[in-house]
């Protein structure tokens, strides 16, 4: 049967939990396009917090990554917006021009930064704190000024707040009302927070209305209404969230504050839904996830035919993700005559609790200093629970006074709310864990999605795994598991893959008893990279089980075009090459021709269906540009050119690119070759450099030039080309055997040891046994495109054009 065609506008968090909920459901219903307005796959927007306060990078808040839309078989489109809905046509309109046809809708098109009607809002250096873009341009700005405004003192403009301390700035916040977070927290908290806030760094400027941003073509302070002023290289405003609701606006689709949606998410428009922030609901917008997921899950469903449960919306519990506070808010924050309050204060520790209680339920929390209690107490708020019967102690601290993480764990009921965002109790961690054998927190993420979105639940997470595995939970595997699919870590999968014979990823997810028969995009690859290297003398490469560059032998782009890099050994080309490079840039209307940072030429933008016949007219091996393995060897001219020059840099590089090419290994690996100190290859960033001094050479290591930059350690001086290769095949080998897959060779080696590693290279016997098996591997290696240009199965398997949907 014929699949429908679900077309889907924004790649967010609401929308893509809407679409993983979907193909748990009816995997096989329906054809998806998605459209992305960001140039990322969808990624955690409630880290981005985190990312600014430097706990974590943007590459760990990638959530779903492109291999996951391959192999679901998404089509994504990012970095295009869709700027009309036909209704009668069933069809979108993207701003490329791009019309796409679609049985079913969703709009998912979240919100934007509000940004305050004012003078001067324009310039240079005011943001808005909402995306990746955002989060990169306040880390940057950190670098060149040092004073930063945030105007709004609620959730995020404090979190921005403390991330612009942590990156150096002094941080005023501005803000309109006599407390902060007065959506969330009564006086008392607030001026509990302010005080902790000012501790650390911040400084407030409250009951102030902004009326212009000052400065030329840049912010250089503000201007506020009763005239004072204030200095500012950065304006970050965090004064609420607007709808984006545009889209929607010239169609017929019924708007009020955002795209009004029934308890199944439809519009008034048949077939058309909406998700997430961008939908209003029984007259609320949420700007919270776990609204939106509850959402996403009834929409799912609702689409799959399964008759969910209606959506009736969703009392919010709240906290601010900023080290040093603990917050909770739920429900009503201010008392009013219907209500009574439990309230206990202790300034003397720090701690607040205010509870509200309407008719015997309660009707709203206030927690700060100590929120151990929270969950409990948001489940009695949402369950309406009846608390006459109880003493107020009883109702603040529950049952007992239960001190350690263990009896706590024990003391909860199974009902009892685990993660909030993702509306995950006990209960269901706990018999997952038991059903499904689960033995670290992040298992138990990827099951049951507890910790996957603001991460605070995973501590608690931790605490029943060890309370439900008692004895056999294993601390150490917390952090070893391959991934969700398995239990066993890196180490014992090679093991088992040396001991028990296995051959091929198959083999090793069924012996090994993998939970998810198929595997996913993490372990795949990486079983797949551990087979290839223990067995030296022959393997069958799982082509499939790459990720989806390598799979494909090229770069996949923002926009779903390839690109395509010719390898240039030692960055040395010909008037013959560069020739056949030109013609083929016209004959297949390259849109962009680029020097690469590793001296070649890539050929972006091209198509899918034009890779084999472009590969061909090169007649050029592929750069592997694309692969972990050796990318680049970067070459100084040297001694044949340079009058500084003691050494045949050009030449070596040479020969170590034309060595190694094609060779997998845990991640890629970059060399630079410079024939004097001066350094022009930078061989210090390279993960293996070498600089020629008189008679001889330097041989670098495990520098990285990327995000985290490590210069590279001096690991010996020899005097001859041989012994560098010797050396060089010696080193790749071991980190190849030793190394995690994804691991760099910095934090490879930080992770071995210096030391431990140059004890090994220095033993020669061992240095022979691992060229040895280095070259039986190397032997094995055939040029792909030269594969794939004579096999016609390759060809149509992966090259041909599937489903995508035609320009206008
Ligand atoms: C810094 C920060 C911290 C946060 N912390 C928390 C927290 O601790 N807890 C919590 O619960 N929530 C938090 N949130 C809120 C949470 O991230 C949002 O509620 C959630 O991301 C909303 O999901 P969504 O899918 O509706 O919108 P989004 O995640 O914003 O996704 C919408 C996507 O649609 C795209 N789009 C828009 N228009 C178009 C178009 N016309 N065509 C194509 N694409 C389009 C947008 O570019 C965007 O990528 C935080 C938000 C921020 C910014
Ligand atoms: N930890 C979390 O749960 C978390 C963290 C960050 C963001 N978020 C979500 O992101 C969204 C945006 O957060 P937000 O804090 O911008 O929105 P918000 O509406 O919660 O808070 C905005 C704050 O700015 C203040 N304000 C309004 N106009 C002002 C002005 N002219 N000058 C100074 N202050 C002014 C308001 O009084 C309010 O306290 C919300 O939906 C929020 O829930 C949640
Ligand atoms: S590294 Fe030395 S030899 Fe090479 S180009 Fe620079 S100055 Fe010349
Ligand atoms: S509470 Fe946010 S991920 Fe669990």
Request: charged share 25%; proline share 3%.
């Amino acid at each position: 049967m014929e699949k429908k065609k679900l077309v889907m506008i924004g790649n967010g968090m609401a929308g893509i939990r809407t679409i993983e909920e979907l193909l748990k459901v009816a995997p096989d219903q329906y054809e998806i396009t998605i459209f992305g307005k960001e140039p990322h796959p969808n990624y955690n927007r409630i880290q981005l917090s985190t990312v600014l306060q430097g706990d974590t990078t943007i590459n760990d808040i990638i959530m779903n990554d492109w291999a996951w839309y391959e192999e679901n078989q998404i089509q994504l489109f990012t970095n295009e917006s869709i700027e009309k809905i036909d209704s009668n046509n069933k069809q979108v309109v993207s701003a490329k021009g791009r019309v796409v046809n679609y049985d079913d809708l969703i709009i998912a098109t979240g919100s934007r930064s509000f940004i305050l009607p004012i003078p001067g809002a324009d310039k240079k250096g005011v943001v808005g704190f909402r995306d990746i873009a955002n989060c990169e341009e306040m880390i940057n700005t950190a670098k060149d000024y040092k004073k930063a405004v945030v105007i709004g003192g609620g959730l995020l403009g404090l979190e921005a707040a403390r991330g612009l301390l942590n990156l150096g700035m002094t941080v005023d916040v501005v803000h309109l009302m006599p407390h902060l977070m007065e959506r969330q927290l009564d006086a008392v908290a607030a001026k509990m927070l302010k005080t902790e806030l000012e501790q650390q760094g911040m400084n407030f400027l409250m009951e102030k209305k902004t009326t212009e941003i000052i400065g030329q073509d840049r912010v250089t302070g503000l201007r506020f209404s009763d005239g004072s002023e204030v200095e500012a290289d950065l304006v970050v405003m965090a004064i609420g969230i607007t709808p984006n609701v545009q889209v929607a606006k010239e169609s017929d689709i019924y708007i009020n504050r955002a795209i009004v949606v029934n308890d199944y998410m439809e519009t008034n428009v048949k077939h058309v839904y909406a998700v997430g922030e961008c939908a209003e609901h029984r007259e609320i917008t949420y700007g919270l996830v776990a609204p939106l997921y509850e959402q996403g899950k009834v929409l799912a469903e609702h689409l799959a035919g399964k008759q969910p449960k209606p959506y009736e919306g969703t009392i919010l519990g709240t906290q601010l993700k900023v080290s040093g506070v603990d917050l909770f808010s739920a429900g009503e924050i201010y008392e009013d005559e219907t209500t009574k309050s439990i309230i206990v204060q202790n300034e003397y520790d720090g701690v607040y609790k205010k509870v509200l209680i309407r008719d015997q339920v309660l009707a709203g929390i206030v927690l700060y200093g100590d929120t151990k209690d929270g969950n409990r107490l948001f489940k009695m708020l949402t369950n309406k629970e009846d608390v006459s019967g109880m003493t107020s102690v009883n109702i603040l601290h529950g049952g007992c006074g239960a001190v350690d993480a263990s009896s706590d764990v024990a003391s909860m009921p199974d009902s009892e709310l685990v993660c909030g965002c993702n509306g995950v109790t006990k209960g269901t961690i706990v018999t997952a864990i038991k059903e499904q054998g689960l033995s670290s927190v992040e298992q138990v993420s990827s099951c049951t999605n507890a910790g996957r979105s603001c991460g605070r639940c995973k501590p608690m997470v931790a605490d029943i795994l060890a309370y439900t595995l008692g004895d056999q939970f294993d601390q150490t595997k917390q952090k070893t598991a391959l991934c969700g699919c398995t239990s066993l870590s890196r180490d014992e999968v090679v093991e088992e893959i040396k001991a028990k014979g296995l051959q091929s990823v198959k083999e090793v997810m069924n012996v090994l008893e993998w939970k998810n028969e198929e595997g996913c995009s993490k372990c795949r690859p990486a079983v797949n990279y551990y087979l290839g290297m223990i067995h030296v003398d022959d393997y069958h490469d799982a082509r499939d089980s790459r990720l989806v560059n390598e799979k494909m032998h090229a770069n996949i782009q923002k926009d779903g075009t390839y690109s395509v890099v010719p390898r240039m050994y030692g960055g040395v080309t010909t008037a013959e090459d560069l020739k056949k490079i030109a013609e083929v840039a016209e004959k297949y209307d390259v849109p962009l021709v680029k020097l690469t940072g590793g001296q070649r030429i890539g050929l972006f933008g091209v198509k899918k269906q034009d890779l084999p016949s472009m590969w061909e007219d090169l007649g050029m091996p592929s750069g592997y540009a694309y692969g972990k393995t050796l990318r680049t060897v970067k070459t100084c001219v040297g001694a044949t050119f340079c009058r500084f020059g003691t050494q045949d840099s050009m030449g070596l590089g040479i020969e170590l690119e034309k060595k190694f090419e094609r060779l997998d290994t845990p991640h890629k690996v970059k060399m630079g070759v410079s024939a004097c100190p001066r350094n022009c290859a930078e061989a210090g960033i390279k993960d293996l450099g070498f600089v020629g001094i008189d008679g001889g050479w330097e041989i670098y290591v495990a520098g990285n030039g990327g995000v985290d930059l490590r210069a590279a350690d001096l690991l010996c001086t020899v005097k001859t080309k041989e012994e560098v290769m010797d050396i060089s095949g010696a080193f790749i080998q071991y980190y190849r055997e030793t190394a995690n897959y994804l691991e760099r060779t910095a934090p490879w080696i930080e992770r071995l040891g210096f030391e431990h590693i140059k004890q090994i290279l220095e033993d020669e016997m061992k240095r022979n046994e691992l060229n040895e098996r280095l070259d039986k591997t190397l032997k094995r290696y055939n040029e792909p495109w030269q594969e794939a240009i004579e096999n016609k199965e390759i060809q149509d398997k992966y090259y041909t054009t599937i489903s995508i949907p035609e320009m206008n």
